[in-house]
Every structure is written in structure tokens, then in C-alpha cells.
């Protein structure tokens, strides 16, 4: 009865994950139209133009972006769980960031160790990715990251560690809250969307952080 209950509560994370989304991307689209709108309706000069433009444009970054926080692996018809090879879906993950890891003068370092867990790809690759982008962009003048699995009785420690501007003792504890974000154009989303996906996939995490030095963030799974 008891692991019903918590399948069902589950389940519930992922689809209210889901629901977040039209609700987010609905914001900067009515932004997009109503600007569309009114370069359609008034004869406006080129300078405004150009504005309206830039506007737009710019919400519909922010679009992708906070989908991106959420869904950039998904597809449909996808909730099921199987054992995933954490070293292999790190190392895939790591290897999609590695290009803007490269513009920014990131060295990523892996320290991946086999071992499998029981989850869904789509989430743990989620939930590592917004974990690992968010490690980069804590380093804008480069730095090291560094990504590691290590397989112990009875579990998986996986840690994402960056030498960045690290973060104060009140960041750590709001990390995870929805909107909480500290950058310009930042969406506040990815860290809650990894904290969720990691309690789906029955995990635990920590964080250890010290403003100038960087961040080390410590996930447990248990073992497949
Ligand atoms: P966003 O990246 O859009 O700001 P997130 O939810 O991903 O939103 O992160 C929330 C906030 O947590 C960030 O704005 C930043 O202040 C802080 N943060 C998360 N990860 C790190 C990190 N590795 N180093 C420094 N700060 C971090
Ligand atoms: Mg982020």
C-alpha cells in the first residue's frame, strides 16, 4: 500500500512538471503576440520597430530557455524507469556541454566510475544537465568541472563540483525554490526541475559552497 502511495505521488511530480510548462511558456509568448500585434496594427517607425523586435526576440529566448530547463530530452510516451548506466549517461551529457564548456574556457574533468540505478534517461540527463549548466555558469572567467561516480554498498555517489563564484549560505538554502535565481536572465527553474527529478528517482542531494571558491553538489542513488 505504502509503495503505492509513493508511485502515485511520484507520477504526480513528473505530470505537474509537465503542467508547469504551458504555464511558464505562456508568459513570453503573450509578449511575442501582443508586440506582433501592434507592429501589425500601427504604422510604427522603424526605430520602435527595431525595439518591438528586440523584445520579442528576447522573450522567445526566454521561451526556450525555460524549456529547455525542463524538457530538452523529451519525448512523448516516456515515464518508464530502467536501469540507467550512470558513467554512460553522465558521459553523455558532458559531451553536449562540452562545446560551450570549450567557449567559456571550462576543462571538464570525469572521474566515472560504472554503476547502475533504476530511473528514466530523460530525467536523469535533465536533472545533470541543469546541474552541470548551471556549474558553468558559475564560471565566466573558466574554470575546472568536474563530474564523478563512485559506486559503494548500497548506493551511487555522483558529484558536480565547479571552481566558480560559488554561492552564499542563503543561496544554498533557497537553492531549488521555484524563481529563486541570482542571474540576469535567469529563469530560476533548472536547480527546482533537478531537485524534483532526483527525489523521483529516489535520490538525496547535498550542497557544500564557499562564495569565490565554487560549489560541490552531492548526489546519492540508491543501487540498481
Ligand atoms: P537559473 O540558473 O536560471 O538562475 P537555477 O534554478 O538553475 O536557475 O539556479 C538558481 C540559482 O542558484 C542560480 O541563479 C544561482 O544563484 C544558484 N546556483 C545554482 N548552482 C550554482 C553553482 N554551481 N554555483 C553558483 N551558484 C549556483
Ligand atoms: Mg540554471
Redesign the pocket.
Known sequence: MRSKLIKVEKMEIVSQLAASISHEVRNPLTVVKGFIQLMKSQSVPKETQDEYMHIALEEIHRAE?IIN?YLTFAKPSTNKTEPLMVDQELCYVIHMLQPIAQMNGIKIEEKLQPGSIIGNAQHFRQCFL??M???I??MPNGGILTVSSTVQENGIIIT?Q?T????TKE?IS?????Y????E??????????VKLIETMNGTWQ?Q?EVGH??L?TIMFPKA
Do not use: Y
Open positions: 530557455t530547463d541543469n546541474l549548466k548551471n556549474s555558469e558559475a558536480v565547479d566558480g563564484i560559488g554561492m543561496q533557497r537553492f531549488g525554490e521555484p529563486f535565481s541570482t542571474k536572465k535567469g529563469t530560476g527553474l533548472g536547480s527546482m526541475v533537478a550542497i559552497s565554487g560549489t553538489t
